[in-house]
T-cell receptor, first 113, second 114 residues
Framework: AQSVTQLGSHVSVSEGALVLLRCNYS??????LFWYVQYPNQGLQLLLK??????LVKGINGFEAEFKKSETSFHLTKPSAHMSDAAEYFC???????????FGAGTRLTVKP | NAGVTQTPKFRILKIGQSMTLQCAQD?????MYWYRQDPGMGLKLIYY???????DKGEVPNGYNVSRSTTEDFPLRLELAAPSQTSVYFC?????????????FGPGTRLTVL
């Protein structure tokens, strides 16, 4: 079965600081991994996805994530946080059955001025 | 294109009442999903559909029903609302069957059962 674990339900950074949101996955087959962002009172929006091509994936708004098979990780990073990055971030793995997703519990990012 | 739309945005129900959450898409996607989002729990799949006339259960289907008579619409029915169904409900669509394909989400319906 596929699953993801997000380490840290809340992360707080200062504006301009590095953003690092952690995600570890479990999968019995080569995984397809996604990061979604949810702004307050909105639906989820795709940030980036790993589909077995390049291990370093670049997404929107300056975010990127690196797939590390040896560590079963897919951490999300951004070199310099902006106030507008404050949101909830979800890591997800594409499940084998139903073509649906298995989501992590989410990490709420706060950006301090 | 409106993408994925959901109505209503907010609703308060009394225990035992019923209601239908509406989901419509203009993306001509075959795959549609209903998720619920509870605080600190991520999203859980309730029901899904791979095309008009075909639906199936997800992880947490109890207390819900769905239908898919057209490609565009995928309503979610709550027959006897219970406090445990207080949640935010998201509809999502996907255009193709591949595991790498992106799901597109609606803005959600916030439901409170008192």
């Amino acid at each position: 079965a596929q699953s993801v674990t997000q380490l840290g339900s809340h992360v707080s950074v200062s504006e301009g600081a590095l953003v690092l949101l952690r995600c570890n996955y479990s999968s019995s087959v080569p995984p397809y991994l996604f990061w979604y962002v949810q702004y307050p009172n909105q639906g989820l929006q795709l940030l980036l996805k790993y589909t077995s091509a390049a291990t370093l994936v670049k997404g929107i708004n300056g975010f990127e994530a690196e797939f590390k098979k040896s560590e079963t990780s897919f951490h999300l990073t951004k070199p310099s946080a902006h106030m507008s990055d404050a949101a909830e971030y979800f890591c997800a793995v594409s499940a084998m059955s139903n073509n649906d997703m298995r989501f992590g519990a989410g990490t709420r990012l706060t950006v301090k001025p | 294109n409106a993408g994925v739309t959901q109505t209503p945005k907010f609703r308060i129900l009394k225990i035992g009442q019923s209601m239908t959450l509406q989901c419509a898409q203009d993306m001509n996607h075959n795959y549609m999903y209903w998720y619920r989002q509870d605080p600190g729990m991520g999203l859980k799949l309730i029901y899904y559909s791979v095309g008009a006339g075909i639906t199936d259960k997800g992880e947490v289907p109890n207390g819900y029903n769905v239908s898919r008579s057209t490609t565009e619409d995928f309503p979610l029915r709550l027959e006897l609302a219970a406090p445990s169904q207080t949640s935010v409900y998201f509809c999502a669509t996907k255009g193709a069957s591949g595991r790498s394909d992106t799901q597109y989400f609606g803005p959600g319906t916030r439901l409170t059962v008192l």
